[in-house]
């Protein structure tokens, strides 16, 4: 599967679709849908399974040192109670550099999305102006369409980030879903 089919296959489907309008009208700051949204969607494509099974939250993740931590949260209120039928995580990637062992503060939303820990989960997508779908995939597709479940070059650092990446899959429990699901160390 190419680039651009992962990009149409996402805008033909009518819920991701409609939840990229929402983020897209929200005219935050660097904003995307990511994580675990887009990977679960994908893994579902190429399992046979409903294509919006095992959505635990909808990802959403943007970048403003202008918005506070509490405006944030404030924000993620509002998405929940204006849209409930989504199940929102919305993030201010300006603050989430601390939930990673050792890590500086983000530049921006790419360089926080490309140290999610696992390398399939490292993928976000955004409506552009003209109604196109923008992808990030900064280590490719190979991983994520092969159900292969390796840490970030950023998690390989240091054995803290690493402790949490093999703690995180653990709790995921991502193979009893997606049986093909192969976990690496590296």
Partial sequence: MTHHQIQQLILQNERLLDILTIIKNLELEDCWLAAGTLRNFLWNYLSD??????????????????ISYQETLELEA?????????PWELKNEVYMHQHNP??????????????FPETCTAIAA????????????????VDLLNFEVRPTPFFKETPERMAVYR????????????????????
């Fill in 49 to 66: 399974q409903p294509l919006m099974a095992h959505q635990q939250d909808v990802d959403v993740v943007f970048f403003d040192p202008k």
């Fill in 78 to 86: 509002k998405l929940k109670r204006n849209y409930p039928e989504y």
């Fill in 102 to 115: 050792g890590a500086e503060p983000y530049l921006n939303s790419q360089e926080a999305i490309s140290k």
């Fill in 126 to 141: 955004r409506l552009l102006a003209e109604g196109e779908l923008e992808l990030f995939l900064p280590y490719g597709a």
């Fill in 167 to 186: 703690e995180r899959v653990a709790k995921k429990d991502w193979q009893s879903s997606w049986t093909a699901l192969k976990i690496f160390e590296s």
